[in-house]
């Protein structure tokens, strides 16, 4: 089958220095199409790939302001997101080739309703190149923040166990460079109330500047009067090249749906050693969203966000940005 969606939005973002209006590619979930294709070959043994394929005009995440304080166009680029095969049966799943670490969402499981725009991740994604202003000069928000999620689409073989006691499932991989991941994955309806979490572990052990351990743990639960909860907390520790770096990211949301909407607040902090040398060492950036997500069909989503990025040092301005767009999305 061929499915994909488009997902642009409407963004106004300041940094202290300079202020502009952009239109751009939501990297939060950006505009992309798959090939889909599934054969059952008897004794309930399924075999089928997965091919896909982004496609981004100016992405949020590569948003910068130029010399005159403005955003420039940027040309779309093709970028392959998943090719892989996979096999399935009662006995669980077997994937080869690029696609998801066992541990890639496990920052990020949420159940709010408004994860188009504010997710444990959405700090980089929707302000990653901007440059905080102030001094020193060319400090952006995606060097000192992140949520240090699992690996995210590469080469790896993976194996997911079907549902034990039909709530909880375990996923492994092996990538590249001997990475390694595990994560264990929950979700459960306790009465009228659905709760999800998942728990991930990363080791990355190649000699490179991505040689690092992460870990991550995050749960949400969704009540029947449709007030949620979502906690994130993941961790990074480097082996190079400062093995002694250690850092920390939390991430709180309370959000509210009814009917077709969906709102929520949000509040992610950095904590530990700092990602970027450009900043104090008792530094502690900061992100809090605002979110409003509006589901008229299915398929349709129209949303609104604001969003302030602080890097907590001393002579660094926050980056503060509104956001309106839509996804729209195609099977």
């Keep these: 089958g061929i499915s994909g969606q488009i997902n642009k939005?409407?963004?106004?973002?300041?940094?202290?220095?300079?202020?502009?209006?952009g239109f751009f590619d939501n990297s939060i979930s950006g505009s992309r199409f798959?090939?889909?294709?599934?054969?059952?070959?008897?004794?309930?043994?399924?075999?089928g790939g997965v091919?896909?394929?982004q496609w981004q005009n100016s992405p949020t995440s590569s948003a910068a302001f130029n010399t005159s304080g403005k955003f420039d166009e940027t040309s779309a680029s093709l970028q392959d997101r998943k090719t892989e095969l996979y096999f399935a049966g009662k006995w669980g799943k077997v994937s080869l080739g690029k696609g998801d670490g066992a541990a890639n969402g496990s920052a990020e499981v949420d159940l709010s309703g408004t994860t188009t725009i504010d997710y444990s991740g959405g700090n980089q994604d929707l302000l990653s190149s901007m440059t905080y202003g102030g001094t020193p000069t060319g400090v952006t928000v995606g060097s000192t923040y992140s949520e240090f999620d699992g690996?995210?689409?590469?080469?790896?073989?993976?194996?997911?166990?079907?549902?034990?006691?039909?709530?909880v499932s375990i996923a492994l991989s092996v990538a590249n460079a001997n990475e390694q991941e595990i994560?264990?994955?929950y979700a459960q309806n306790v009465g009228s109330t659905k709760i999800a979490a998942a728990l991930g572990y990363t080791d990355n052990t190649d000699t490179g500047t991505t040689d690092r351990t992460r870990t991550a743990l995050s749960a949400s639960a969704l009540l029947k009067n449709g007030l949620n909860f979502t906690v994130s907390?993941?961790?990074?520790?480097?082996?190079?090249?400062?093995?002694?770096?250690?850092s920390t990211n939390s991430y709180f949301k309370i959000g509210w749906q009814k009917g077709k909407n969906a709102v929520s607040l949000s509040y992610g902090q950095q904590s530990g050693?700092?990602?970027?040398?450009?900043?104090?060492?008792?530094?502690?950036?900061?992100?809090?969203?605002?979110s409003y997500n509006y589901t008229?069909?299915?398929?349709?989503e129209v949303y609104a966000g604001l969003r302030q990025s602080s890097a907590d040092s001393s002579g660094l301005d926050d980056v503060s940005g509104l956001w309106i767009g839509s996804r729209i999305k195609w099977k």
């Design 151 to 167: 690996e995210s689409r590469n080469d790896r073989l993976r194996y997911d166990t079907p549902k034990l006691g039909k709530v």
């Design 34 to 47: 798959r090939f889909t294709g599934e054969e059952d070959i008897g004794g309930g043994l399924k075999v």
């Design 233 to 246: 907390y993941s961790t990074q520790d480097n082996k190079t090249p400062t093995p002694s770096q250690q």
């Design 296 to 300: 008229p069909a299915r398929d349709v």
């Design 273 to 290: 050693d700092p990602l970027s040398a450009a900043i104090s060492t008792n530094a502690e950036p900061s992100s809090i969203a605002l």
């Design 9 to 21: 939005t409407i963004g106004y973002i300041d940094n202290g220095n300079d202020s502009a209006v």
């Design 51 to 53: 091919w896909e394929w």
């Design 183 to 185: 994560a264990v994955w």
